[in-house]
């Protein structure tokens, strides 16, 4: 007896659509108000929390066999949309260079369309090696997020070494870059395999 699949409606999407959500609430709260520091740890808070739902819907959707092709489309695209938005908002403000800003959107969005481009072969899932990179996304994001070295403000308590930060972002960077090239490989594998069990059809 086949066991039936699980809806696409479900909390773990549910998760994933709010996510998507806050994305303009984000970018509005950061580029809005960016000298502020109560508006400053209120963008961070949201981030966090934003962030926070992913874990939530990854592993609601794993304990409970909710997992959906559309949870493994939707998923990393809500987690791209909502760490591009901090990186923009970050350049936008001048605190994070844009050449950093564009080389992560690029890899992002380009193996976004990418997993478009080879759904009917396949969905390619993201792998740890994703996960770890949106772990140090997120971390080095805060990590941006919380300093406020030119206010001279009471939230100068939570101010972390730009070094710390700049470590993160960097390292960051270079996993972004590095776990592109191998959902490239993931792919490619995944087009000539295909094309290769229809050969032998």
Not at 21 to 32: C, F, K, Q, S
């Amino acid at each position: 007896m086949n066991t039936p699949r699980p809806t696409s409606w479900n909390l773990p999407n549910a998760l994933t659509v709010l996510r998507t959500l806050l994305v303009p609430l984000l970018g509005w709260m950061l580029i809005a108000h960016p000298d502020q520091p109560g508006w400053r740890l209120a963008t961070t808070g949201l981030f966090l929390a934003a962030m926070l739902t992913d874990l939530i819907d990854g592993h609601l959707a794993r304990k409970y066999d909710l997992i959906t092709s559309f949870g493994k489309l939707m998923d990393p695209i809500a987690d791209k949309a909502m760490t591009g938005m901090a990186l923009i908002g970050l350049s936008v403000t001048g605190e994070l260079p844009w050449w950093i800003t564009v080389i992560i959107l690029v890899r992002e969005w380009g193996i976004t369309l990418m997993r478009f481009v080879v759904i009917r072969y396949g969905v390619i899932s993201a792998n740890r090696g994703g996960k770890t990179k949106t772990v140090l996304q997120t971390v080095a994001i805060v990590l941006f997020l919380l300093p406020l070295p030119s206010l001279g403000s009471p939230f100068s308590l939570v101010m972390v070494p730009d070094a710390i930060g700049w470590i993160a972002m960097i390292g960051a960077l270079i996993l972004t870059v590095l776990t592109g090239l191998d959902y490239l490989r993931e792919a490619w594998k995944l087009v000539r395999s295909t094309d290769r069990d229809r050969d032998l059809a």
